[in-house]
């Protein structure tokens, strides 16, 4: 039966057929129906069927339009239109076949999230860690540059020093694990594990070239070990015509607990008879052993190229560090009378390489601490991309630890060569000291002010409000011992039958007629009236006290302020002893009071009010 | 004009009592929303017709959020008027 066509006629059938009905009626009743309909259409009625919905005829406005055919513009006038409007039962019963469905808001990112992903990945190589070939890709881009970079380098230097780190280059870009050794080197070396190694093992690895550092730092050869060191760098950036720096990066994973190690130490017998000692530490978590010889390869080019000394970039910043700095700087101005400039300059980095291989030491489960010193440019762009590299790979695992070590190289002996760089060096030291202090202290700093401003501020209207209550206070006195005057006066005249108590402590006291303590005495109050002595000889009316009365109700109805009970209670002196305790069956009298002395719009007689409230609560 | 008034209405105009009216047009309602329901199209001579349609499922933007919102389809009573009450709906202008 479906989609079929009713006639008026077929609907009278199936009303026959399911009622019981005369198809006479039926007929006669939708014809009625329908012109009932109609007419009231025609008056402009609504008709409002239930279980159907509403008939109305609606105006429709004249339009403008265009004949399809001619082309001519004509008008439609405007004309009434009867539109139906299904009830809501009706609709939802005609929508059950979809009535289970419901608006569904669309997020516009869910569809284009991941094309927009491989977007940022291809732009932003740092942030694209998520995925794990884009990191490799970023590391292997950054290793072409630091290989051109190299060359460059190179063509500045010896023939055979030239050939020395080519050697090494080739061996470090073909070995994933950066193992080094030459004929001319005498390596202690510890290369970084496939699987990963234990923390004992890892801790052995580091005590091998810690010992090598903690002469240096403590004894007498310090100042050799300085000396000699730095004229190796010294030496090596004259003939790279630039300074060099390297950098190596170790990434720490905390939990995993996997912490293969570097430790090499290599002797070289070259041209400058330079017995260089590379420390590069790699702590990596298994899973990400790919990425992490990756970085190896860049630490050892940035090695080799560079065959130095080192800035330490600091990712995490902790109090270690900082420390270290504020140490090495001290060491260095102590130092600087016993020693010549370039020991003197070479100290902070000696010790700071010392103190970081203790701090190795300590922390190998936890943290690698890393000391920042940014020697030159070329130095600071590979930290930076470093950096960038240790922060993806920080927010990629859950919680590593980035850490960016050196590459030091300690020699036996040296002569130094020149003493220029090594005051660039210095000061170069100092400013990224400077710089990297203020970032704390200025934040305590800020902070201590505004702690110092809020306390003054609060304390300052603290005594600004004091100062106000006090002014109150002394105009207070100056106006009761006015009034001690006149209040005396009036005494005479006075009965004290009937007088509040409070109205009798002030007579007591302006009695005494002491200026000093009638300002003690709290009972004649600011304002004219409140001064005067109340006589409640004139009654409104009385009240007697029921179950659930209450002085402030009465206070309420008659002065308009709840507040005001007080002078009910006053009145009513002799028959309440506790105004919190009212005996229930008494006739509350509620006494006639001046219109000045119960107002309910004026602080004043609220304040008075509530002072005397304070005063019969006790 | 109410469901009571339309009664009294068609009542006073059939000479029936009110109580068989009602019940005259509880009869014809159930009628009309089953024929409805069954996706009949249903069409008084003079009157109008009324039938089923189907609106699409639509996607609409909010214009201020830029939310996008999918409607799903649905089911609605349309009443076309016919051309002869449209005439005496207009009859007075």
């Known amino acids: ?618 | 004009m109410n469901n009571k008034e339309l009664i009294s209405n068609v009542a006073s105009k059939m000479n029936l009592p009110k109580n068989e009216v009602k019940y005259l047009l509880e009869a014809f309602t159930e009628t009309f929303r089953n024929q409805l329901k069954e996706d009949n199209s249903i069409g008084f001579q003079g009157f109008g017709s009324f039938e089923i349609r189907k609106k699409e499922e639509r996607l609409s933007v909010h214009p201020l959020t830029k939310v996008r919102t999918m409607i799903p389809p649905k089911l609605v009573v349309s009443f076309k008027q016919s051309s002869v009450l449209k005439d005496k709906l207009n009859v007075k202008f």
């Open chain 1, 1 to 618: 039966m479906s989609n079929a066509k009713l006639s008026a006629s077929e609907i009278v059938d199936l009303m026959v057929k399911n009622r019981m009905i005369t198809k006479k009626s039926a007929e006669e009743f939708v014809k009625v129906f329908f012109s009932v309909i109609e007419d009231a259409l025609k008056d402009g009625e609504t008709v409002k069927i239930k279980g159907l919905g509403t008939f109305k005829s609606q105006w429709n406005e004249a339009r403008k339009s265009v004949n399809v055919n001619t082309g001519e513009e004509i008008v439609i006038d405007g004309y009434y239109k009867a539109v139906f409007i299904p009830e809501n039962d009706l609709r939802e019963l005609i929508n059950e076949p979809f009535s289970h469905l419901e608006p569904v808001e669309l997020n516009p990112l869910s569809d284009n999230l991941p094309e927009q992903m491989q977007d940022d990945a291809e732009e932003d190589e740092p942030e694209n860690f998520s995925e794990p070939l884009e990191p490799l890709r970023v590391f292997g881009e950054q290793a072409e540059e630091i290989k051109e970079l190299l060359s460059e380098i190179n063509s500045f230097s010896t023939p055979k020093v030239r050939s020395n780190d080519t050697v090494k280059e080739n061996e470090s870009s073909q070995l994933p694990d950066p193992d080094e050794k030459t004929e001319e080197e005498i390596t202690l070396e510890n290369t970084p594990m496939d699987k990963p190694e234990s923390v004992s093992e890892v801790a052995e690895i580091i005590s091998a070239p810690e010992t090598l550092h903690t002469p240096e730092h403590t004894g007498n050869k310090e100042a050799e070990f300085n000396f000699d060191g730095f004229d190796i760098v010294r030496e090596i950036s004259t003939r790279f015509g630039l300074p060099a720096g390297a950098a190596a990066v170790a990434l720490i994973n905390e939990e995993s607990d996997q912490l293969p190690a570097e430790a090499e130490s290599e002797t070289e017998s070259n041209i400058s008879e330079v017995l260089p000692e590379e420390i590069p530490e790699n702590t990596v978590a298994a899973e990400k052993h790919e990425i992490d010889d990756r970085e190896a390869e860049d630490d050892n080019d940035d090695d080799e190229k560079q065959e130095k000394f080192e800035e330490i970039d600091d990712d995490d910043e902790t109090d270690e560090n900082e420390a270290d700095d504020e140490t090495d700087e001290e060491s260095d101005e102590d130092e600087a009378d016993d020693e010549t400039d370039e020991d003197e300059q070479l100290i902070p980095e000696d010790d700071t390489e010392a103190e970081d291989g203790d701090d190795n030491d300590e922390d190998t489960d936890e943290t690698v601490v890393e000391l920042p010193e940014v020697v030159t440019q070329t130095d600071e762009e590979a930290a930076e991309t470093i950096e960038a590299d240790n922060t993806a790979a920080k927010e990629k695992s859950v919680e590593p630890l980035v850490a960016v070590k050196n590459a030091r190289t300690v020699t036996d002996k040296k002569k130094i060569v020149s003493t220029s760089s090594s005051h660039k060096r210095r000061r170069h030291y100092h400013v990224e000291e400077k710089k990297k202090r203020p970032v704390w202290l200025y934040t305590l700093l800020g902070i201590a002010a505004l702690g110092l401003v809020f306390f003054g501020a609060f304390y300052f209207v603290k005594n600004i409000l004091d100062k106000q209550k006090d002014a109150m206070y002394m105009e207070y006195l100056a106006d009761s011992t006015v009034r001690a005057l006149n209040t005396k006066e009036v005494l005479d005249s006075m009965t004290p039958a009937g007088d509040s108590i409070a109205t009798t402590d002030t007579v007591a006291v302006k009695a005494t007629d002491e200026s000093v303590q009638t300002v003690i005495s709290e009972a004649p109050a600011a304002g004219n009236i409140f001064d005067a002595p109340r006589n409640y000889t004139e009654l409104i009316t009385t009240e007697k006290m029921v179950a659930g009365s209450q002085l402030t109700k009465f206070a309420r109805k008659y002065y308009g302020h709840p507040h005001f009970w007080v002078y009910i209670y006053e009145a009513n002196r002799e028959a309440i002893k506790d105004p919190n305790n009212v005996p229930l069956g008494i006739n509350i009298k509620i006494p006639k009071l001046d219109a000045r002395l119960a107002d309910p719009a004026s602080r004043e007689c609220l304040n008075y009010a509530l002072k005397l409230q304070s005063e019969y609560l006790k």
